[in-house]
C-alpha cells in the first residue's frame, strides 16, 4: 500500500471509532437515611427510646435499651435482667407497619429491637411506640412521629 492509502485507511478507522459514542458510566444514586428519635423514658434504672430510620419511603423503627446512668463505683456489677418488649409502628391516619412482643436479655450493653416497618407514601406521617416491661414494673411506652418526606 501506498502512503496515501495507509493515511485514508488510520483516518477512517479514527474516524469509526469517534463515531461510536462512549459507554454511559452506571447512574449513581445516594439514598441518604435520616433518624428520627423520640424523648428517652426512664424505668428502673434503665433508659428506652424509639426511633425511626427513613431511606426514601422506607421506614424501619427500632426501640434501644440502655443504662440510664453508669453503675455506682463499688457497687455490685449489673444483673442480667430478662425484659418484655413490644414496638410498633403505624401510619398515622392509615395501615399498620406491624407489631413485634418478645423477650430480650440486658445486662449493661444498650441493645436494639428491631423487626418493624415497610414502605409508606411520601409525606405520610409515621407513629412508632415501644415499651419494656419486668417485674415487677409495668410498660411504660416511648413514642416517636416522623414525617416521610422522600
Same mark, same amino acid.
Given at each position: 500500500m501506498n502512503r496515501i492509502a495507509l493515511l485514508a485507511a488510520g483516518a477512517a478507522g479514527a474516524a469509526a471509532l469517534l463515531a461510536v459514542p462512549a459507554q454511559a458510566g452506571a447512574a449513581t444514586t445516594t439514598t441518604t437515611t435520616t433518624t428520627t428519635c423520640g424523648a428517652s423514658g426512664l424505668q428502673a434504672g434503665l433508659m428506652t427510646k424509639v426511633?425511626? $430510620?427513613?431511606?426514601?419511603?422506607?421506614?424501619?423503627?427500632y426501640g434501644q435499651v440502655s443504662l440510664a446512668g453508669p453503675p455506682s463505683p463499688g457497687g455490685p456489677a449489673p444483673q442480667t435482667? $430478662?425484659?418484655l418488649t413490644g414496638l410498633s409502628g403505624e401510619i398515622v391516619g392509615g395501615a399498620s407497619l406491624g407489631s413485634s412482643s418478645g423477650r430480650t436479655l440486658f445486662t449493661a450493653s444498650t441493645v436494639q429491637v428491631r423487626g418493624v416497618g415497610g414502605a409508606v407514601p411520601c409525606g405520610s406521617t409515621v407513629h412508632g411506640s415501644f415499651s419494656v416491661a419486668s417485674y415487677p414494673w409495668n410498660p411504660a411506652p416511648v413514642t416517636v412521629d416522623a414525617v416521610v418526606a422522600c
Open positions: 426511633c425511626a $430510620e427513613i431511606t426514601g419511603d422506607g421506614v424501619q423503627f435482667k $430478662e425484659l
